[in-house]
């Protein structure tokens, strides 16, 4: 990339450690994981607002006040749900930049790291749409605002890089490419499933069939003899 700056690694992780030790410590984990699932489905379904720690222990099966054994609050399931999907999605960005490659094969390498998130964190993804502003004004969950602005960083240096080495079209304003990408990106959320027609893979070629076409420049494509987009 014709950026020298690098991704600092965070001095912690993202993802806060919470919850109760058990003397059967596998048992416990493998219970509180699976209430994480249930509430995680809820919160996609019907919110996180509007769901409540009796619907979800009702759904687990177990009586609201064991889900507590797990869980100091509802606020604390979601900032576990919320915490590894930014844990995993920086991971995963921060090696796509570190591996250097051009402007353009990094983007199309974001891209498809993207959709590969949908289906692991539909809930958190969703969460995050609907429940920001709320949830924002917690300071357990500053690490959120915290995320987003590292990922917008990581995305429009990209295309910053892009412009400059004359594969991107110069007159593309930056900040509105990267919003329009993540937008486009994101409400796919809300109809993707990775079991449906389209792969995550194959969503991502399609996805970049349109959009390399719009933020490539023609004569960069031209003089390189090769085609516009390439999966």
Avoid: C
Wanted: glycine share 6%; net charge neutral.
């Amino acid at each position: 990339m014709a950026s020298s700056k690098k991704t600092p690694e965070p001095a912690t992780p993202v993802l806060p450690r919470r919850g109760r030790k058990s003397v059967n410590g596998d048992s416990m984990s493998e219970r509180r994981q699976g209430m994480l699932e249930i509430a995680a489905d809820l919160f996609a379904e019907q919110g996180f607002r509007s769901t409540t720690v009796r619907q979800i222990g009702d759904a687990a099966g177990v009586l609201s006040g064991s889900l507590y054994h797990h869980f100091d609050s509802k606020e604390a399931i979601v900032d576990v749900i919320l915490s590894e999907y930014f844990t995993s999605l920086l991971a995963a960005y921060r090696k796509i930049i570190a591996d250097g490659a051009s402007p353009r094969d990094t983007l199309r390498e974001l891209v498809r790291a993207a959709f590969h998130s949908l289906g692991d964190h539909r809930a958190a993804i969703t969460v995050v749409q609907n429940e920001r502003n709320y949830l924002t004004q917690f300071p357990r969950f500053s690490y959120v605002a915290d995320a987003e602005a590292e990922v917008r960083e990581m995305w429009t240096t990209v295309i910053e890089d892009g412009k400059k080495s004359g594969v991107f079209r110069r007159d593309v304003d930056t900040p509105i490419t990267y919003r329009f990408i993540r937008d486009s990106l994101w409400v796919a959320v809300r109809w993707f499933t990775p079991s449906g027609r389209l792969t995550a893979d194959e969503l991502a070629d399609q996805y970049l069939e349109l959009m390399m076409r719009g933020l490539e420049d023609p004569s960069a494509i031209a003089n390189s003899n090769r085609p516009l987009f390439s999966g």
